[in-house]
């Protein structure tokens, strides 16, 4: 059974960056990160493939938010610059347990982190 923990979150002032970190323990494949604001569905950010070599994002953060992983740490992380009021909500870690699919949607991943909460004030 895999596990992900995340970490990182916090306040910060518009414009600022956040390096949110979610540790895996277990096989994992393609990672990705997931958004949630308050009465709003669960929206795809980031994703990355196996070895790091592909990565996938929302047109909302292409440009500002960079995702990546250390297979040796079975860590992934993201790295969120420029950030916007609108870039609040819980963000959550999330794993494939199969192939190397750059998968977008929530329904594409088995295993979930408990989230951890980024709040940008304006």
């Known amino acids: 059974q895999v596990q992900l923990v995340e970490s990182g979150g916090g306040l910060v002032q518009a414009g600022g960056s956040l390096r949110l970190s979610c540790a895996a323990s277990?096989?994992?494949?393609?990672m990705g990160w997931f958004r949630q604001a308050p009465g709003k569905e669960r929206d795809f950010v980031a994703a990355v493939s196996v070895n790091g070599g592909s990565t996938s994002y929302a047109d909302s953060v292409k440009g500002r938010f960079t995702i990546s992983r250390d297979n040796a740490k079975n860590t992934v992380y993201l790295q969120m610059n420029s950030l916007k009021p609108e870039d609040t909500a819980v963000y959550y870690c999330?794993?494939?347990?199969?192939?190397?699919?750059?998968?977008?949607?929530?329904?594409?991943?088995?295993?979930w982190g408990q989230g951890t909460q980024v709040t940008v004030s304006s």
């Open positions: 999330a794993a494939r347990s199969w192939d190397n699919v750059l998968i977008t949607t929530s329904g594409g991943y088995r295993h």
């Open positions: 277990g096989r994992t494949y393609v």
